[in-house]
């Protein structure tokens, strides 16, 4: 899992969040436009998105209680179903400063027949971003295209209730967004990344791999050992006149004592977002001060 990590570091951020992404259909602003809702209810979202897929179920987990929820297709041959989870609604400001309403239908995977949440499963959502029109209406303005990836250890999303407006900043010219950290913990060691969440309104919705986001292994080293390492990578967006700012990632701390890696810490890397393969990718590297 480091090596993955400090690849995406080095390589910087080949992956996307949405493998797929280069099949998805073409956005359609007046498509989009033509979705209206009376209000965000989870009644009124869940019948627009997902009519004929939605079917009673029940799954004693805390987590899944405290959202308002509902079973999603069938049941498979191994008694596993999709439960929709709605995250309460997000308010941010687009690029020219208008209000929007993010909402966040998380996916999670259920084991129907004992009512058990797979919790090391992972989750997906799906984002939907409306503005509120002067009849009362909610009017779509963007979307993902397909279920996007959220990581963290038991299978729970890392972009929790308020990350956005906590982190929301400009990403580009006409562009704002959230960058987050995914983690993930296993047998004492700790690793992060780096994702960035855009909310285009030319275009989908979508998360990406941004960069290692650090490491550590206090969980079963102590400090003192050789063995020890802990190390984090801080990022800084650089604003210039660009539809995608820069995004700068330096690193500090101890890192893993691997021969196979290359030096990377108090080293920065600049990382730019190639819009035709949808991922963000390295451009610079330079010694930080």
Not at 180 to 187: C, E, K, V
Not at 216 to 236: A, C, F, I, T
Not at 254 to 276: A, G, Q, R, T, Y
Request: charged share 20%; hydrophobic share 40%; aromatic share 12%.
């Amino acid at each position: 899992m480091k090596k993955l990590l400090l690849s995406l570091a080095l390589s910087l951020g080949t992956l996307s969040a949405i493998p797929a992404m280069a099949a998805a259909p073409a956005f359609s602003a007046s498509q989009i436009a033509q979705v209206k809702i009376t209000d965000l209810s989870f009644k009124e979202v869940m019948r627009e998105f997902y009519s004929g897929q939605m079917r009673p179920t029940s799954v004693s987990d805390e987590y899944i209680d405290s959202m308002p929820n509902i079973g999603l297709g069938q049941v498979d041959t191994n008694g596993v179903r999709l439960v929709a989870l709605m995250h309460p609604i997000e308010f941010y400001d687009n690029a020219k400063g208008e209000p929007r309403y993010l909402v966040t239908i998380e996916k999670v995977i259920v084991n129907d027949e004992s009512s058990e949440y797979c919790f090391p499963c992972g989750s997906t959502a799906d984002l939907f971003s409306f503005k509120k029109l002067s009849n009362g209406q909610f009017q779509l303005v963007s979307r993902t295209s397909e279920s996007v990836v959220f990581y963290e250890h038991w299978g729970l999303m890392n972009l929790r209730n308020n990350d956005i407006k906590d982190t929301l900043q400009p990403l580009g010219k006409n562009l704002v967004g959230s960058i987050f950290i995914s983690d993930y913990m296993l047998q004492g060691q700790t690793t992060g990344g780096w994702a960035v969440l855009q909310l285009p309104e030319n275009d989908f919705i979508n998360t990406y791999m941004l960069g290692d986001a650090g490491a550590d292994n206090s969980g079963y080293q102590e400090e003192d050992s050789p063995l020890y390492y802990d190390y984090e990578g801080v990022v800084k967006v650089i604003p210039e006149n660009a539809a995608y700012y820069p995004i700068m990632l330096t690193y500090k701390g101890v890192p893993p004592d691997d021969p196979e890696l290359p030096d990377f810490i108090n080293k920065s890397f600049v990382m730019k977002f190639n819009p035709v393969k949808k991922v963000y990718e390295t451009t610079s590297s330079f010694a930080a001060l």
